[in-house]
């Protein structure tokens, strides 16, 4: 079993719905980040969470460490949203992350 | 300001070939990351360069893999040979300091397909 579990695997929305995607993790960790990989794109950065909630836009993103459990939620979805959102997880100082396999969001207009 | 830049975008070569993966990191980030993604799994860490200096290199799968970081600017990965199961995507990623706080940029990556 990976240390870092994502759900749903597949999501499909349509637009203006509120989205939200899941990650688990069995480990300790200093920080959580959720990334976000567009269809034939590069991998961005949206967050790096070590406790609470962060907000960007119409993305939130919330921890909770005790339970070992992130959110991704995304208000008023849009079609540009469609990509692959990726929860990994860091242990230590540095950029060893553990990724979770991904969430592919499509968002129909 | 010039992001992560990786060369080739894509690579097609056969089995038993060699071939070197380029990655030109964000100007004054001392940290640049290795990782790769195999068909229908997650993605992966391969290594870890501090400056030239390799940090942390357990990632790398086998001794066909040579990474290298000379002068401390742009990186280097090197397939040879080749196998099958190499076919992936390999991103790099680079960062300014070690800080909790420090943000991580990714490259668009390069999809190798080992024939």
């Known amino acids: 079993k990976n240390e870092v579990e994502q759900s749903p695997q597949n999501l499909t929305a349509q637009e203006g719905e509120f989205i939200t995607i899941n990650c688990s993790y069995s480990v300790g960790i200093s920080a959580l980040h959720w990334l976000q990989q567009h269809p034939g794109g590069g991998i961005v950065s949206l967050f790096m969470l070590s406790s609470g909630k962060k907000k960007h836009g119409r993305l939130i993103a919330t921890i909770n460490i005790q339970e070992k459990h992130s959110s991704l939620h995304i208000t008023a979805s849009h079609p540009r949203d469609s990509a692959v959102y990726i929860c990994a997880v860091r242990r230590g100082s540095n950029y060893k992350l553990t990724f979770g396999k991904g969430t592919l969001l499509t968002v129909n207009p | 300001e010039a992001g992560v830049t990786q060369f080739p975008s894509h690579s097609v070569i056969e089995k038993g070939q060699t071939v070197t993966l380029r990655c030109d990191p964000i100007s004054g980030h001392d940290n640049l990351y290795w990782y790769r993604r195999v068909m229908g799994k997650e993605i992966k860490f391969l290594l870890h360069?501090?400056?030239?200096?390799?940090?942390?290199e357990s990632g790398m799968p086998n001794n066909r893999f040579l990474a290298e970081r000379t002068g401390g600017t742009y990186s280097t990965l090197k397939v040879q040979p080749a196998e099958l199961e190499d076919s992936g995507v390999y991103f790099c990623a680079s960062s300014q300091g070690y800080i909790n706080q420090e943000k991580l940029f990714f490259g668009s990556g390069t999809q190798l397909s080992v024939l």
């Open positions: 360069f501090v400056k030239e200096s390799k940090q942390d």
